[in-house]
C-alpha cells in the first residue's frame, strides 16, 4: 500500500538522519570542549594574576613587626593562610582539568613555595593574635567556664609555634623580638597552670573548699570571691600552690571512686536476668547468666579494691552498702544456679503419678520447693532487672534452703533406685533414666 511504501522509503532514510545528527553532536562536543578550553585558559590567567599579588603581598609581610598592630595583622595572615589553601586546591583543579584536555599539566610549584615563604608569618602572627584573644577572654571569663585541660594543650602548641618562628626569624631582628615578646608573656602565664588545673578539679566540693580556706586562713571559693582568673592572682594563689595542689589532688582520687561507682551503678541500672520459659512446666529458668557473672566478679574486685583505699573516706558507706549488694548477688546466683540444677533433673521425674505414689516422702519435699521455685521464677521474669530482683525479702534463704532439700529429694530419689536394683540385678545395666522410665510404666 501507500502507507507501507512510504514508510519504506522513509526507513531507507534514517541512517543518513542518523550520521547528519551525530556528526551534528560531535560537532557540538568539539565547541563545548574548545569553549571549555578557552574558559579554563582565562581562568589560568586570572590565576597567574591573583599568584602575582599574594606572592607580592607574603614577599612585603616583613615589613609587619609591631604588636601593636595585631588587631589588622592577624585577619590579614589569616586570610592569607585560606588564600594559600584555596590556591591549592585550585592548582590541582587546573592539572586534573589539563589531563581531561589532553593538556602537558602546568607547574604550579609557585603556589607551594609562597606557601612556604609565608610559614613563619603565620606561626608568628597567628599563634600572637590567638594567645592576646585568649589570655584576655582567660582573664574576664567566669572562673568556671574556664577549661585548663584545653589551655595547657593551647599553651603548649602556641609556644611551640612561637619557638620555630623564632628562629626562622633570626635575619629579621623586629619579627623575632615579637615571637620572642610574646614566648616571654606566655612564660609568665604557665606558673598558674598547675594552680588552675588543680582548682577546677571536678571532684572538689564544699569539704575541700572549707579546707583550702582553712589552710590560707582566708575564704575561698566560686560563686563567692573566686569569679575569674584575675581572682586568682588578686588572691595570691600561685605563691600557695603547693598547699591547694595537695588538698586538690586529695579531691581527684576522691572522685575517681566517685565517678567508678556511679559508673558501677549506672551499668547495674540496666542489667538485667534472662529468664525464658522452660518447656512445657508453665515456669521459668535462669538462662545465660556468664554476661552478669563477668561483670559481678570484675565489679567485686573493685569495690574491694577501693574500699582498701585511703581516699574513701567520703564515699566509705556507699562503698559498703554496694558491696553488700554486689557480693549477695553473687551468693544469689551460685545458690539459684545450684537449685536450677536440680529442679531441672528432678522435675519430669516427679511429674510422674507412679513416681509420686512410690516416692510420697520426696514427692511432697519436691511440691513445696516446686511451689517455692515457680512463685520466686514468676517474679524474676516479670522484674528481671538484677539489683531489683536480688533485693527481694530472703531470696538467697530460699534457694539455699530449696537446693538443701532438693539434694534430700535426689538422695531418696538414689537410694529408691539402688533398693530395686538389689532386687533386680539386670537393673544394674540400666541407667537411672531408663530405670525411672521403665518403673514409671
Same mark, same amino acid.
Not at 135 to 150: G, M, N, R, T
Not at 203 to 213: I, N, P, V
Not at 277 to 301: A, M, P
Not at 345 to 355: A, H, N, R, T, V
Given at each position: 500500500?501507500?502507507?507501507?511504501f512510504?514508510?519504506?522509503?522513509e526507513?531507507?532514510?534514517w541512517?543518513r538522519?542518523i550520521?547528519?545528527?551525530?556528526? !551534528?553532536?560531535? $560537532?557540538?562536543?568539539?565547541?563545548?570542549?574548545?569553549?571549555?578550553?578557552?574558559?579554563m585558559?582565562r581562568e589560568?590567567?586570572?590565576?597567574?594574576?591573583?599568584?602575582d599579588?599574594?606572592?607580592?603581598s607574603?614577599n612585603?609581610?616583613?615589613?609587619?613587626?609591631?604588636?601593636?598592630?595585631?588587631? +589588622?595583622?592577624g585577619?590579614?595572615?589569616?586570610?592569607v593562610?585560606?588564600?594559600?589553601k584555596? %590556591?591549592?586546591?585550585?592548582?590541582?583543579?587546573?592539572?586534573?582539568?589539563?589531563?581531561?584536555f589532553?593538556?602537558?599539566? +602546568?607547574?604550579?610549584?609557585?603556589?607551594?613555595?609562597?606557601?612556604?615563604?609565608?610559614?613563619?608569618?603565620?606561626q608568628?602572627?597567628?599563634?600572637a593574635d590567638?594567645?592576646?584573644?585568649w589570655h584576655?577572654?582567660?582573664? &574576664?571569663?567566669?572562673f568556671?567556664?574556664?577549661d585548663?585541660?584545653?589551655?595547657?594543650?593551647?599553651v603548649?602548641? +602556641?609556644w611551640?609555634?612561637?619557638?620555630?618562628?623564632a628562629?626562622?626569624?633570626?635575619?629579621?631582628p623586629e619579627?623575632q623580638?615579637?615571637?620572642?615578646e610574646?614566648k616571654?608573656?606566655?612564660?609568665?602565664?604557665?606558673?598558674?597552670?598547675?594552680?588552675?588545673? $588543680?582548682l577546677?578539679?571536678?571532684?572538689l566540693r564544699d569539704?575541700?573548699?572549707?579546707?583550702?580556706?582553712?589552710?590560707?586562713?582566708?575564704?575561698?571559693?566560686?560563686?563567692?570571691?573566686?569569679? &575569674?582568673?584575675?581572682?586568682?592572682?588578686?588572691?595570691?594563689?600561685?605563691?600557695?600552690?603547693?598547699?591547694?595542689?595537695?588538698?586538690?589532688?586529695? $579531691?581527684?582520687?576522691?572522685?575517681?571512686i566517685?565517678?567508678?561507682?556511679?559508673?558501677? !551503678?549506672? !551499668?547495674?541500672?540496666?542489667?538485667?536476668?534472662?529468664?525464658v520459659?522452660? *518447656?512445657?512446666t508453665?515456669?521459668h529458668v535462669?538462662?545465660g547468666?556468664?554476661?552478669?557473672?563477668q561483670?559481678?566478679?570484675?565489679n567485686?574486685?573493685?569495690?574491694?579494691?577501693m574500699?582498701?583505699?585511703p %581516699?574513701?573516706?567520703?564515699?566509705?558507706e556507699?562503698?559498703?552498702?554496694?558491696g553488700i549488694?554486689?557480693n549477695?548477688?553473687?551468693e544469689?546466683?551460685?545458690?539459684?544456679?545450684?537449685?536450677?540444677?536440680?529442679?531441672?533433673?528432678?522435675?519430669p521425674?516427679?511429674?510422674s503419678d507412679?513416681?509420686?505414689?512410690?516416692?510420697?516422702?520426696?514427692?511432697?519435699?519436691?511440691?513445696?520447693c516446686? *511451689?517455692?521455685?515457680r512463685?520466686?521464677?514468676?517474679?524474676?521474669?516479670?522484674?528481671? +532487672?538484677?539489683? !531489683?530482683?536480688c533485693?527481694?525479702?530472703?531470696?538467697?534463704?530460699?534457694?539455699?534452703q530449696?537446693y538443701?532439700?532438693?539434694?534430700?529429694?535426689?538422695?531418696?530419689l538414689?537410694?529408691?533406685?539402688?533398693?530395686?536394683?538389689q532386687s %533386680?540385678?539386670?537393673?544394674?545395666?540400666l541407667?537411672n533414666?531408663?530405670?525411672?522410665?521403665?518403673?514409671?510404666?
Amino acid at each position: 500500500s501507500d502507507e507501507q511504501f512510504g514508510d519504506k522509503w522513509e526507513a531507507y532514510g534514517w541512517p543518513r538522519r542518523i550520521e547528519d545528527k551525530v556528526g !551534528e553532536v560531535e $560537532a557540538q562536543i568539539v565547541k563545548d570542549r574548545n569553549g571549555q578550553q578557552d574558559e579554563m585558559k582565562r581562568e589560568q590567567v586570572d590565576f597567574e594574576q591573583a599568584l602575582d599579588d599574594i606572592e607580592q603581598s607574603v614577599n612585603g609581610f616583613h615589613q609587619h613587626s609591631s604588636l601593636d598592630d595585631i588587631g +589588622t595583622i592577624g585577619p590579614e595572615v589569616r586570610n592569607v593562610v585560606q588564600k594559600l589553601k584555596d %590556591f591549592a586546591e585550585q592548582a590541582k583543579k587546573f592539572q586534573s582539568r589539563e589531563i581531561l584536555f589532553g593538556l602537558e599539566q +602546568t607547574d604550579y610549584d609557585r603556589v607551594a613555595r609562597i606557601a612556604k615563604t609565608f610559614e613563619p608569618y603565620a606561626q608568628l602572627w597567628v599563634s600572637a593574635d590567638d594567645w592576646l584573644t585568649w589570655h584576655k577572654k582567660w582573664l &574576664s571569663d567566669p572562673f568556671e567556664s574556664l577549661d585548663p585541660e584545653q589551655m595547657e594543650k593551647d599553651v603548649g602548641e +602556641t609556644w611551640r609555634a612561637l619557638f620555630k618562628a623564632a628562629k626562622t626569624f633570626a635575619d629579621l631582628p623586629e619579627c623575632q623580638a615579637c615571637a620572642e615578646e610574646v614566648k616571654r608573656q606566655i612564660d609568665e602565664f604557665k606558673p598558674v597552670m598547675p594552680v588552675l588545673l $588543680a582548682l577546677r578539679n571536678p571532684g572538689l566540693r564544699d569539704r575541700h573548699w572549707d579546707k583550702m580556706s582553712a589552710d590560707l586562713d582566708f575564704k575561698i571559693k566560686p560563686g563567692e570571691n573566686l569569679n &575569674s582568673l584575675t581572682d586568682v592572682y588578686r588572691l595570691n594563689l600561685v605563691e600557695q600552690e603547693e598547699t591547694l595542689t595537695k588538698v586538690c589532688e586529695s $579531691a581527684g582520687k576522691e572522685y575517681a571512686i566517685e565517678a567508678a561507682m556511679d559508673k558501677m !551503678e549506672k !551499668e547495674w541500672a540496666g542489667q538485667c536476668f534472662e529468664i525464658v520459659e522452660y *518447656r512445657e512446666t508453665g515456669t521459668h529458668v535462669l538462662k545465660g547468666s556468664d554476661d552478669v557473672q563477668q561483670l559481678l566478679d570484675d565489679n567485686i574486685v573493685m569495690t574491694q579494691a577501693m574500699s582498701f583505699s585511703p %581516699f574513701n573516706k567520703p564515699h566509705k558507706e556507699r562503698l559498703e552498702k554496694f558491696g553488700i549488694k554486689l557480693n549477695l548477688m553473687s551468693e544469689i546466683i551460685e545458690q539459684w544456679l545450684n537449685c536450677q540444677r536440680n529442679w531441672m533433673y528432678l522435675e519430669p521425674i516427679f511429674s510422674s503419678d507412679d513416681i509420686m505414689k512410690q516416692l510420697p516422702a520426696e514427692g511432697q519435699k519436691f511440691r513445696a520447693c516446686d *511451689r517455692q521455685w515457680r512463685k520466686y521464677l514468676k517474679q524474676a521474669f516479670d522484674n528481671p +532487672t538484677c539489683l !531489683e530482683f536480688c533485693d527481694t525479702p530472703d531470696l538467697l534463704g530460699m534457694f539455699s534452703q530449696s537446693y538443701n532439700v532438693l539434694e534430700q529429694v535426689q538422695k531418696g530419689l538414689s537410694d529408691y533406685l539402688e533398693t530395686k536394683r538389689q532386687s %533386680f540385678a539386670r537393673f544394674y545395666f540400666l541407667s537411672n533414666e531408663e530405670l525411672l522410665e521403665i518403673l514409671s510404666q
